[in-house]
């Protein structure tokens, strides 16, 4: 064995672009064997889409115990550099040399910031809390959440009164830079990563199913946020309309997904998010009638031992059929749906006091260099030696797996990263 | 052992408001001696770090107290050598942000803390890494899909490559087939498989060396220092490598344990390995008497997804008889395709493959159970379907019967042992001795089995920890996978294969206190051969000699000290952290006198997920009782009972210890840890009983760490139930 091995680094970095689960991992697996990473992130926190879940499946543990650790690794890492509100502008080069420019956005707030609190108290406007779709607000000075990494505030600039300092003005650490410019950095990089990730499909497209337009239509993502005890309505699973918890539960499973004329993909994890949501619901309310309308219950693997234990409960009934509309009972907003069971073999309404649509992933990758391959619907997979592809971003699915694909897409990229890989 | 201990006090972010930091520099000088004691208002800032690293530099200091922030914050600040003994006192979420300002009670805490930071870090000695020659050379066991994408992942990023396949060939279960599902736009198309071609590259590759029809005989040492014997036919040969995947693949369920579904009564009865050797011959012939077959049937979930048979889903099948369907069609577009089927399972991109499968005029799919198969006069075979769509039982006759058996993961023997059907359903068998690895250490010889016989590790967040150092599943053994998925997990497993020589290399822990660069060492000459140490680490990282002596192997240890919480006799000890620091630091607490009324409760927190949603508490500045004292351990499982006896003997009134949840779903970092500290408690319940003590005083807690917001009362409830109790009586003794 050749011991001097592969240890030795040309000084060039690997960039990976997306600070969720995957980027966050694709980063630490490549820089503790040795690499260099540069990981940018569009948000001013990492941990993108895992850090608003309330559990995983199918453990039904929370993702900030390993986001934790994931964290730990970082801040002990001196091979890597993390940038919020950061966005890759342009790639030029090829593998092994490629230079890499990423427009950094101001955060307006520097690392003297010791999360005293002062400016929230001090700024006199606010803003809709994204992550929590919009369900409660925050100051325009704001924490991310309550886990939120890199810990520090960020100021949504668009919402200030003009001539507004009064942040800046009660800061007593100097932190907060309201002139603050944006700024160009480029870097010498080796690979780029691909871990841009999902958003959830548009509901709005799915205006037969009554969203939007019918308060106690959810979609899962909302319902994800109300089980969350950092959550708009702090853990408790209500109905819109009235904040009370449901009397029965309807999740609709492949709303947009599974559908030529929206997503004609299956979204993977939906089904598994449904199963773990009624489980949700059961811990609190254990007596809740719970349905489920698919077309195929898709729990692939070791997650089908998940479906077996969630589906014993005896509030939770599988219904194998379409759903066609969803209305409601304008006095009471309940809710009507028209489903149309496939085994039973008839069309039938039935009344529930809150739906949940089961949305599909949609994946993000508009901006990304031309060097990846891409499909139809926007997955991008490795293209040219140089650019690879994780996670969500490459195709729908769950944490665990993004992590085994991130991981894996650290390998394919360290050969560029390190001097005695293929490219020498 | 060091002795100059410098303090650095920062008054921001309200600490100097809430806390007089006068007093606590008293304590400091005055009571804990130490060498320096500086207050900066702005600690972090460079000006405070200068004035830290200056006295480094000057050798006015060996040892440094940080009483600021929690030491979850502004790590890169305060990252000093890494060898130094440093200590940070959370004085700002876990007092000033938690508990009110210009209190008594909070200026009591404090000062607490501040003398248990100061006598540990008096304590702590220079870090010294583990050394020693480390081979960077990777062992890759077994040559199929995902042995074959590791050996090549590996050898492609500079690592010498050791390829091992029990099969005269390379290529496993490839071997026998001729197409790949799609896995690129359109995703309609099935994809030719150059088998031969990746096994010239690897054949050609410098850096990999072949060895076919080889198993491995032994393998012994630690990562970074594995030697490997391997054997083939009656040679014997080593390897020294350092670090392994093992990626044997899987093994089809026996289809002899499928007789409800008809195997054995027909020749024209077949699994789907079976009928992929007829698909080969281009003909479509039946098997029983070769002619052409018009209809054939596909069973879907043969064993799999089944409580008697295997409990899980083979996650493979679906797409197989969709590859399979489509290539009848493509040698007779007229053949009728049935597929009786429990759920499509065609995930993400799949489902274009899947919708064109469908689509085709002669595929008929069917949700349904099959109740019976009987071969019928004239070769034909019947199938009985229940609970179909149409909600009646029906009757369909086939030429062939194709059974979609699911698979086992080829862990547990060198014959692939599979489930053992039982009573109580499908029961694993562990690792037989002489399968696969063959390793030499104390806690057997094979990889641990997580769920349903796949070797590995329950994280959702960290798929690839295996209860082995350096070791790493990769492909279907590791979960049941299809092969473009297992190319994808061998590249993962692979990467942290090359990982952990590397974190060896430096002298590191591997995760998740990735970058440790403390272990525990032994002071032999008092051990007592108990094997408590031996038996509890959740690595397997201590052998044994013939006396039971315990032999440590720091390139296997993850730093977690449940080795540490399990000594009686506490010879295990890091240089940063032992019973001894811990025990000084629950001495240097002050414990009221008894007619003060003020009880004091000892905290044992993990660091990993308790600590940091006490913390959480602290951002939010909600308050919580103050006569808790918080100690933060590695691990739960690091904990001494001694520590215990300590602390009841000091007048401390109760104990709270809080944990990762533990069982079948554990959340514990180290598997093993929190669990095994709630096994010591029920020991020390029973001391307690002896002593006459309430074993209400101690108590355990499974918090994680979005848990949060229940701490401020869950430790208000233990207080106050402690009150009820009343002080402890051998206060003051």
Redesign the interface.
Request: charged share 20%; glycine share 8%; hydrophobic share 35%.
């Given at each position: 064995m050749d011991s001097a091995g592969a240890s030795d680094h040309d000084g060039k970095s690997i960039l990976v672009v997306g600070g969720g689960i995957a980027g966050i991992t694709a980063a630490l697996e490549a820089a503790e064997a040795g690499a260099r990473v540069i990981l940018i992130e569009r948000s001013p926190f990492l941990g993108g889409r895992t850090a608003a879940f309330h559990l995983y499946f199918p453990k039904l543990c929370p993702p900030a115990c390993g986001l934790e650790i994931n964290f730990r690794r970082l801040k002990n890492n001196p091979r890597i550099t993390v940038l919020t509100q950061a966005e890759l502008e342009s790639l030029a080069g090829t593998a092994g040399n490629f230079k890499a420019t990423v427009r950094l956005s101001p955060r307006f707030v520097s690392g003297a910031c010791t999360l005293c609190g002062a400016c929230v108290e001090a700024c006199p406007a606010e803003r809709s809390d994204e992550f929590n779709f919009g369900l409660s607000r925050t100051k325009a000075i704001y924490f991310p959440h309550a886990m939120a990494y890199p810990a520090a505030y960020a100021i949504d600039r668009s919402l200030c009164p003009e001539g507004c300092t009064a942040c800046a003005n009660v800061c007593r650490y100097d932190a907060i830079h309201l002139t603050q410019a944006p700024e160009r950095r480029v870097f010498s990089v080796a690979a780029v990563i691909a871990a841009t990730g999902w958003a959830p499909y548009n509901a709005a497209r799915l205006a037969h199913l009554g969203y939007g337009t019918l308060p106690n239509v959810v979609t899962n993502v909302v319902l994800e946020r109300m089980a969350a005890p950092n959550g708009p309505t702090r853990g408790k699973i209500v109905r819109p309309s009235d904040g009370k918890p449901p009397e029965s539960v309807a999740f609709v499973q492949c709303a947009g997904s599974r559908d030529e004329n929206h997503l004609p993909y299956c979204s993977s994890v939906c089904c598994s998010a449904s199963l773990k949501h009624s489980a949700y619901i059961h811990a609190e309310h254990p007596e809740v009638p719970v349905s489920v309308f698919y077309i195929d219950i898709r729990t692939p693997g070791l997650l089908d031992e998940f479906r077996a234990r969630v589906t014993a409960d005896s509030h939770l009934t599988l219904v194998k059929g379409r759903v066609g509309r969803i209305e409601e009972d304008p006095n009471t907003h309940d809710l009507f749906v028209t489903v149309e069971d496939a085994l039973a073999g008839r069309k039938s309404i039935r009344k529930f006091g809150l739906v949940v649509l089961a949305t599909g992933m949609v994946p993000q990758s508009d901006g990304l260099p031309s060097g990846f391959e891409r499909d139809e619907y926007g997955f991008v997979a490795d293209g040219a030696p140089g650019f690879y592809a994780a996670g969500c971003a490459k195709r729908p699915e769950e944490v665990a797996a993004t992590v085994r694909d991130a991981t894996g897409a650290a390998l394919r990229a360290l050969p560029y990263a390190v001097r005695s890989g293929r490219h020498e | 052992m060091s002795k100059s201990v410098g303090v650095y006090i920062c008054s921001?972010?309200?600490i100097g408001d809430s806390l007089d930091v006068g007093r606590l520099t008293n304590v400091a000088q005055k009571e804990c001696k130490a060498a320096v004691c500086r207050v900066h208002p702005?600690l972090c800032?460079d000006e405070g770090l200068a004035e830290i690293r200056q006295d480094v530099a000057g050798k006015a200091v060996d040892s440094v107290v940080i009483a600021a922030?929690s030491p979850?914050?502004k790590?890169?600040a305060f990252?000093f050598d890494p060898c130094m003994p440093l200590d940070r006192v959370n004085l700002r979420e876990h007092v000033a942000w938690s508990h009110s300002p210009k209190d008594e009670d909070s200026q009591q805490l404090a000062e607490d803390y501040l003398r248990m930071g100061v006598v540990k870090a008096g304590k702590m000695e220079p870090l010294e890494p583990p050394v020693g020659?480390?081979?960077?050379?990777i062992l890759v066991v077994g040559g199929g899909t995902a042995g074959m994408t590791a050996a090549r992942?590996a050898a492609?990023?500079?690592?010498?490559v050791v390829l091992v396949e029990k099969e005269s060939h390379l290529g496993g279960r490839l071997a026998n087939v001729r197409t790949g599902l799609p896995n690129?736009?359109?995703?309609t198309e099935l994809q030719e498989i150059d088998l031969a071609g990746k096994i010239q590259t690897l054949t050609d590759h410098p850096r990999v060396t072949l060895h076919t029809a080889t198993q491995v005989a032994r393998t012994e040492g630690q990562p970074g220092a594995f030697t490997v014997t391997l054997t083939r036919n009656d040679q014997s040969f080593e390897h020294?490598?350092g670090a392994i995947v093992m990626a044997t693949g899987w093994t089809p369920y026996d289809p002899a344990r499928l007789g409800h579904l008809g195997y054995g009564k027909s020749p024209n009865i077949v699994t789907n390995e079976q009928f992929e050797a007829v698909l080969a011959s281009g003909s479509l012939a039946r098997p029983s008497d070769g002619k052409p077959a018009e209809s054939v049937l596909f069973i879907q979930c043969a064993g799999?997804?089944d409580?008697n048979h295997l409990?899980?889903?083979?996650?493979v099948c679906c797409m197989d008889t969709l590859r399979q369907a489509d290539l009848i069609h493509q040698t007779n577009p007229e053949a009728k395709v049935y597929i009786i089927y429990k759920?499509?399972?065609?995930?993400?991109?799949?489902?274009?493959y899947y919708?064109k499968v469908q689509n085709h005029p002669a595929t008929f799919l069917m949700?349904g159970e099959v109740s019976a198969v009987n071969p019928q006069n004239g070769d034909k075979v019947a199938v009985e379907i229940q609970?179909n769509?149409?909600?009646e039982s029906i009757s369909i006759r086939a030429d062939v019967v194709v059974l979609a058996t699911g698979y086992a993961p080829r862990a547990a023997g060198a014959n692939g042992k599979q489930a053992q059907a039982s009573e109580q359903g499908a029961s694993f068998s562990s690792l037989e001795p002489g399968s696969i690895l063959n390793l030499t250490y104390r806690q057997g010889p094979e990889l641990p089995v997580a769920?349903?016989g796949?070797p590995g590790s329950?994280?959702?967040?960290?798929?690839?920890e295996t209860l082995r150092t350096g070791i790493y599943a990769a492909g279907a053994v590791h979960?049941?996978?299809d092969a473009a998925?297992a190319e994808?997990?061998?590249?993962?497993?692979?990467?942290?294969a090359?990982?952990c020589?590397?974190?060896v290399?430096r002298g590191q822990a591997?995760?998740?206190r990735?970058?440790d660069l403390s272990y525990p060492s032994f002071f032999l000459q008092r051990c007592t051969q108990c094997k408590r140490c031996t038996v509890e680490c959740p690595f397997g990282a201590i052998d044994e000699d013939e006396k039971g002596t315990p032999k440590f192997n720091a390139n296997r240890c993850r730093r977690c000290g449940v080795c540490m919480g399990a000594c009686p006799e506490r010879i295990i000890s890091f240089k940063n952290y032992s019973v001894d620091m811990i025990a000084s630091m629950i001495k240097a607490i002050e414990v009221p006198g008894e007619e003060e009324e003020k009880p004091r409760i000892l905290v044992f927190m993990c660091e990993?997920?308790a600590y940091?949603a006490l913390d959480?508490i602290g951002?939010?500045?909600r308050q919580y009782d103050a006569s808790v004292r918080v100690i933060p351990l590695r691990c739960l499982g690091s904990l001494n009972i001694v520590w215990i006896a300590d602390a009841l003997s000091r007048g401390i009134d109760g104990v709270m210890l809080m944990g990762?949840?533990y069982g079948d779903?554990y959340?514990c970092?180290f598997a093993k840890g929190s669990e095994i500290a709630s096994r010591r408690l029920e020991n020390v319940k029973e001391t307690l009983q002896r002593l006459q003590l309430e074993p209400e005083r101690i108590q355990a807690f499974q918090v994680?760490?979005?848990?949060?917001?229940r701490l401020p009362e869950m430790i208000g409830t233990f207080v106050n139930r402690i009150r009820e109790l009343g002080p402890n009586p051998y206060k003051g003794f």
């Open positions: - | 921001g972010c309200s702005f800032g922030c979850r914050m790590t890169a990252a020659e480390v081979s960077r050379a992942g492609d990023a500079g690592y010498d690129h736009a359109p995703y020294r490598v799999s997804r409580k409990p899980y889903c083979s996650a759920d499509v399972i065609a995930p993400g991109q799949y489902e274009r919708a949700k609970n769509l149409l909600g769920q349903d796949f329950n994280f959702i967040c960290f798929p690839y979960a049941p996978m998925a994808e997990d061998a590249c993962g497993a692979t990467m942290k090359i990982q020589v590397e974190m290399s591997v995760h998740p990735a970058g990993n997920d940091p959480i951002i939010h500045h990762c949840k779903d959340q970092h994680s760490m979005d848990e949060y917001a």
